[in-house]
Nanobody
Framework: QVQLVESGGGLVQAGGSLRLSCAAS????????MGWYRQATGKQRELVTT???????NYADSVKGRFTISRDNAKNTVYLQMNSLKPEDTAVYYC????????WGKGTLVTVSS
């Protein structure tokens, strides 16, 4: 089992920045990739970004050039730096870890005001 705990959400004005963190614990040796999904009210959950254990990253077109994912293997933590935030980025952001199965965090709310 892998446990994921997100932090760093909050309220920010459009154009501002936030950094989300996700700390993994448990069977972390099984993790091959981590990432972030988000779900806005009334919308389907969507993939935002992923990073593999080798450092390969992938981003949704809607966040390319604005969001950056990184990981600190020593701390078993993945980060999501979000810049130039837009109101449409408002959502609950969920951390995921890919191992023997996909693990989910409980989510952290990001609200971007216009």
């Amino acid at each position: 089992q892998v446990q994921l705990v997100e932090s760093g959400g909050g309220l920010v004005q459009a154009g501002g920045s936030l950094r989300l963190s996700c700390a993994a614990s448990g069977s972390i040796f099984s993790i091959t990739a981590m990432g972030w999904y988000r779900q806005a009210t009334g919308k389907q959950r969507e993939l935002v970004t992923t990073i593999t254990s080798g450092g390969t990253t992938n981003y949704a077109d809607s966040v390319k050039g604005r969001f950056t994912i990184s990981r600190d293997n020593a701390k078993n933590t993945v980060y999501l730096q979000m810049n130039s935030l837009k109101p449409e980025d408002t959502a609950v952001y969920y951390c995921i870890a890919e191992g023997t199965m996909r693990y989910w965090g409980k989510g952290t709310l990001v609200t971007v005001s216009s």
